[in-house]
């Protein structure tokens, strides 16, 4: 009895001792309390969560080491070698990192299909159909890398007689880039107007542009296609000589007509695929000093066009009169593939062999 009444009186003052502590502790929260802004609590939580234990130093990750790489690049007299021009002279003063290139100045895109068929070319600049050309010819063997020229055609004349597309029919016109880019965009823009380019007028196709220039300026009553800068050169030798069409104004025109929003390319720059495959990042480092060259040829018009002359490309008073019509460019990624698949969907349109029978698919974009 007497030990059952010991237990229960302890057992009363365990638990009056367990309240009597559990308010003071109440209490002194409650003098604890402070009113805090967000501010405060979020300093304090985020300064308890991001404290850092002693870690050991984090070595940073070696620089990329490039390899030196010889490039072997071609262009063509006009729009493509002039955008050219401030890489190809950086690379004589060896300024050009560890891309290596050796520069060859065509006249026609016939003299560097063989190179880059046979493989003696890395990179090219080639008319736009004439990239899907090769791709469908080599079975996948080239990728296009960029766009370089956009429209830069136009039809000129001695005289006041062509106004309109229509003014064209009887006439002869004198051409160059027959199988290329300025036929399949001559054709399209006549066919679309109600020309029929078999019947309705007579073409002379000639080898280089060049030859289309000495053959206006002899034919007083003659109509020549011409890209700039021959477009300027025939001015300078015949002020009679006009520009009376702007190609790619009337490519638009024909387009829209059909509900296309194609734009007018006349040229891109192309790689061997394996090549690509092989040194990408020299392909990478090729791309970003190309689309500064083209910035200085469109910024610098004057320095520019001294060096034009220096390349034996056109001389620098030409240069200087026709870079503003040129529509030089380096265009690549997606903006690439979306304005040049269009163009190449209108060709095909037109003539699937004008591409080389079939669209490139996906992989011949870079």
């Given at each position: ?13 365990l638990?009056m ?28 939580e ?9 870690t ?15 490039i ?50 890395d ?9 899907a050309?090769?791709?469908n ?19 000129v ?26 036929e ?5 823009m006549?066919?679309?107007?109600g ?13 280089e ?42 490519w ?11 734009t ?6 192309i790689?061997?695929?394996?090549f ?12 970003e ?22 390349y ?37 349109n ?17």
């Amino acid at each position: 009895m007497k030990r059952k009444f010991i237990s229960v009186i302890c057992a009363a003052v365990l638990v009056m001792t367990t309240a009597l502590m559990g308010c003071g502790n109440e209490t002194a929260n409650k003098q604890e309390e402070t009113p805090v802004t967000e501010s405060e609590t979020v300093t304090e939580e985020v300064s308890e969560e991001v404290t850092p234990e002693p870690t050991e130093a984090v070595e940073e990750a070696p620089a990329v080491v490039y390899e030196d790489v010889d490039i072997n690049v071609a262009a063509l007299k006009g729009p493509t070698a002039m955008g050219m021009v401030k890489l190809m002279d950086e690379s004589d003063k060896g300024e050009t990192a560890t891309n290596h290139y050796t520069f060859t100045i065509s006249a026609a895109p016939d003299e560097t299909t063989p190179a880059i068929v046979q493989g003696n070319l890395d990179i090219a600049a080639v008319p736009a159909n004439l990239a899907a050309v090769l791709y469908n010819k080599t079975q996948g063997g080239v990728k296009v890398i960029a766009v370089n020229t956009l429209g830069v055609l136009y039809i000129v004349e001695n005289g006041e007689t062509i106004n309109t597309v229509e003014d064209l029919r009887g006439k002869t016109i004198y051409a160059s880039g027959k199988g290329a880019t300025p036929e399949y965009a001559l054709n399209y823009m006549l066919s679309a107007n109600g020309i029929n380019p078999d019947t309705d007028v007579t073409i002379e196709y000639k080898a280089e542009h060049a030859e289309c220039v000495s053959a206006l300026e002899s034919d007083p009553n003659g109509v020549a296609m011409l890209p700039q800068p021959f477009v300027t050169t025939a001015q300078l030798q015949n002020e009679k000589t006009r520009i009376a069409l702007d190609m790619t104004k009337e490519w638009q025109n024909a387009a829209s007509a059909s509900g296309s929003g194609a734009t007018l390319i006349a040229g891109v720059v192309i790689a061997r695929t394996q090549f690509v495959e092989e040194h990408p990042e020299a392909v990478d480092l090729f791309l970003e000093q190309y689309g500064k060259s083209v910035d200085f040829t469109n910024e610098n018009i004057d320095e520019a066009s001294t060096l034009i002359e220096n390349y034996g490309i056109i001389k620098a008073a030409v240069a200087a009169k026709a870079i503003p019509y040129c529509n030089i460019t380096c265009m690549a990624g997606n903006e690439m593939k979306e304005k040049l698949s269009g163009y190449l969907g209108e060709l095909y349109n037109q003539n699937p062999e004008s591409v080389g029978g079939a669209l490139p698919k996906d992989e011949f974009y870079y």
